[in-house]
């Protein structure tokens, strides 16, 4: 990232030093110098905050960002978007103070509050209806054929939903199958060697299952709204550092309408990271619901979906020996970050 540094002497803009390692943002930083507060930085000859670090996995639903990125929608001197492999990955690094927010589904923000993380939902990135999958090999073609096999699943809320709700419907308990603990990123893997016979599994990881053969036996449409994707921000960050999380989720924001309004190109655009071909983008965000701002603010509300999945979601990490204890819903939700209008 670009180091502005400015000396106390009255020298001004003429001994500014630039660090080199992103030669791309040299157009950026001359044309938005002055309308971004240079004055205020001379008169106080304080040191610029360093960029928000937002960390995130690649996932259909929190791709936007990244597409928001291709677009130079992102000011590099107040955001830096982290990739990270997995989900356990980013948890860590928001722990450490390595990261000041982050995308994750909503029992994973819970799960790093009860370990005293002050993570609060900015935004809802998408909600899965359809995306989570449990998906069989041949042969397995209905539910109730579950019984006895191995099946793989995250060690997390998420998963013990989707594996429950599956189960429930099969009219199986869990004692009735083996689970096999892998994530997600593992899923594919795990299924090609014939390590598991059936995986709860989401996109992009269910359209390569489905290539190798595997077939869908149920999926997250089955329960609406019980499964989100949010970005979860730091509670002390919405002081510190709130031009940025503003100019993230306007950026969000931007992303999709590019998306709706010229998707070819964004497909063209999002199809490295996801690492498919660009015309089959559109499978991999098959299932997944991408709510605009006036959304948003519904699903945010007093009361909304994300507080009524919240409370499902304590009760089954409750059930799974992932939560201790109900956590306290006061300031889950801060919507500081969203546009007015």
Known sequence: MPVLRFPCDGAGPAALTLRPDRRRALRRVAAGALSAGLGGALSGCQ???????????????YELLFLARELGLLDEQ?????????????LRALATGQLEAATLTLDELLSARADGVDLRVALVLDQSAGAD?????????????LKGLR?????????????????????LSVEQVHKVVITLDRSVDAYRIGGV??????EPWANRLEQLGAQRLFDSSA?????????????????????????????????????RRDPARAHLLLAPRLQLPPEQ?????????LPDLAENRS??????????????????????GLLAKPLDLQSLVDVRGLPES
């Open 47 to 61: 040191a610029p905050l360093p960029p928000l670090r937002v960390g995130s996995i690649v996932f259909p639903g």
């Open 78 to 90: 107040l955001l830096r978007l982290v990739e990270l492999r997995s989900n356990t990955d980013t």
């Open 133 to 145: 999958v449990v998906l069989a090999r041949p042969g397995v073609d209905q539910l109730r054929a």
């Open 151 to 171: 099946i793989g699943v995250e060690d997390s809320a998420t998963g013990a939903l989707m594996l429950g709700a599956a189960l429930d419907a099969a009219q």
């Open 197 to 202: 016979d059936a995986v709860v599994s989401a």
């Open 223 to 259: 329960i609406p709204g019980r499964i989100v994707d949010v970005l979860a921000v730091q509670g002390s960050v919405f002081e510190q550092q709130s031009l940025a999380i503003r100019r993230l989720v306007a950026a969000h924001f931007s992303a999709l309408a590019f998306l």
């Open 281 to 289: 983008v559109p499978s991999a965000f098959r299932g997944l619901l």
């Open 299 to 320: 699903l945010l509300g007093a009361g909304g979906l994300v507080q009524q999945s919240a409370r499902s979601l304590m009760t089954v990490m409750q059930q799974q």
